[in-house]
């Protein structure tokens, strides 16, 4: 008899225990985030500061997942979210229309999605383009957090002005048709410097899709036509590091001494964007901080997981540092402090 209660006793303290961990279990929160892809430096760099930021809350456990800027696994991704049951989606679109379907399938599921870098509108669920688009509603059902492409791609533009030399020949790299930030920062070049600047012909223009192997490959082809390119004006810091491999050992771009015989502006403020800078390859960026956007983005899912805001609320923008020769050492020092770079790095 005293060895049945105390084996009736062993079974009830295992399952007290097992429901403890279990109701340990339910405290922790399933986040995923939805990258738009692995190559692209910034998504890249986003999805490391995602986990650092996670790590900072004992309730968020985050899974990071890749679409590598394919439409069709992104759509996949997103419907996986729903499948598994997560208790809170973030998502950095490839392309905002393709996207916007399973964005709002998300939300219809009665899932809190955050969209960010870029944000998904309305007008990508409404198919709406051009002036008659309403760039600044944020899809119905839905928060971000992200960054103004206008303002990033004006901080290029605005200093190009003066620095294109009269009738110059420029070309343009282009992000994904498609996304938010490639679009707007492109306008941002015609609004800032081609309005300001008639002179200045745009040799050749073209999609690298934010990707340093074909912005490369791109620029290998440009300058095979023999007329030299004063300026390369790309949608972000990867795609501009890509032409300025192409010409990296080009005597027509390069000189003797090391200088350039080109200016080259890009946005993202990268690390490999400061390191190209210090080496006096690249002319500016525009920092977009990953690191500022993840920590924003796990502060708000944290508050809305524990009932502190609603997710539609969600509504913040980082800004946007010019970045150039004058000041680059104080962004590659925090780049060092944050252990994305090291002095080695330097060398």
């Keep these: 008899m005293k060895k049945m209660r105390r084996l009736a006793a062993i079974t009830m303290a295992a399952a007290i225990a097992a429901s403890s961990m279990t109701a340990l279990a339910a405290d922790e929160y399933r986040v995923c985030f939805v990258a738009r892809a692995s190559a692209d430096t910034f998504a890249a760099w986003l999805t490391d500061s995602m986990k650092k930021a996670a790590d900072e809350y004992d309730d968020i456990d985050l899974t990071c997942v890749s679409g590598e800027a394919d439409d069709n696994k992104m759509a996949t991704l997103l419907e996986d979210c729903i499948t598994k049951e997560y208790d809170l989606v973030i998502v950095q679109s490839n392309n905002n229309a393709a996207q916007a379907p399973y964005v709002k399938e998300v939300a219809d599921a009665g899932i809190p999605i955050i969209t960010t870098n870029p944000t998904t509108h309305q007008s990508d669920l409404d198919g709406v383009t051009g002036d008659e688009a309403v760039d600044n509603a944020v899809m119905e059902g839905t928060g971000t957090v992200d960054a103004d492409p206008v303002e990033q791609a004006s901080r290029g533009a605005i200093r190009a002005v003066k620095e294109v030399p009269e009738n110059g020949n420029v070309v343009v790299l282009r992000g994904p048709s498609g996304n938010y930030h490639a679009e707007k920062r492109r306008?941002?070049?015609?609004?800032?410097?081609?309005?300001?600047?008639?002179?200045?012909?745009?040799?050749?223009?073209?999609?690298?899709?934010?990707?340093?192997?074909?912005?490369?490959?791109?620029?290998?082809?440009?300058?095979?036509?023999?007329?030299?390119?004063?300026?390369?004006?790309?949608?972000?810091?990867?795609?501009?590091?890509?032409?300025?491999?192409?010409?990296?050992?080009?005597?027509?771009?390069?000189?003797?001494?090391?200088?350039?015989?080109?200016?080259?502006?890009?946005?993202?403020?990268?690390?490999?964007?400061?390191?190209?800078?210090?080496?006096?390859?690249?002319?500016?960026?525009?920092?977009?901080?990953?690191?500022?956007?993840?920590?924003?983005?796990?502060?708000?899912?944290?508050?809305?997981?524990?009932?502190?805001?609603?997710?539609?609320?969600?509504?913040?923008?980082?800004?946007?540092?010019?970045?150039?020769?004058?000041?680059?050492?104080?962004?590659?020092?925090?780049?060092?402090?944050?252990?994305?770079?090291?002095?080695?790095?330097?060398?």
């Design 187 to 347: 306008e941002a070049w015609d609004t800032y410097f081609f309005n300001e600047r008639p002179d200045v012909n745009i040799l050749y223009e073209d999609y690298a899709n934010w990707n340093n192997d074909e912005a490369m490959a791109l620029m290998e082809t440009w300058t095979q036509g023999g007329t030299h390119i004063d300026a390369i004006i790309s949608m972000n810091d990867n795609m501009a590091a890509g032409a300025i491999e192409a010409v990296r050992n080009n005597t027509d771009y390069i000189n003797e001494d090391g200088t350039t015989n080109f200016l080259a502006y890009g946005v993202d403020g990268t690390a490999q964007g400061c390191l190209l800078i210090k080496e006096g390859l690249l002319t500016a960026t525009a920092l977009q901080n990953a690191e500022e956007i993840a920590n924003l983005n796990m502060e708000y899912a944290e508050k809305v997981l524990n009932g502190e805001m609603e997710y539609t609320d969600v509504a913040d923008y980082v800004e946007a540092p010019e970045i150039n020769a004058d000041n680059v050492d104080e962004f590659i020092q925090i780049y060092i402090d944050n252990g994305e770079l090291t002095e080695d790095a330097l060398q």
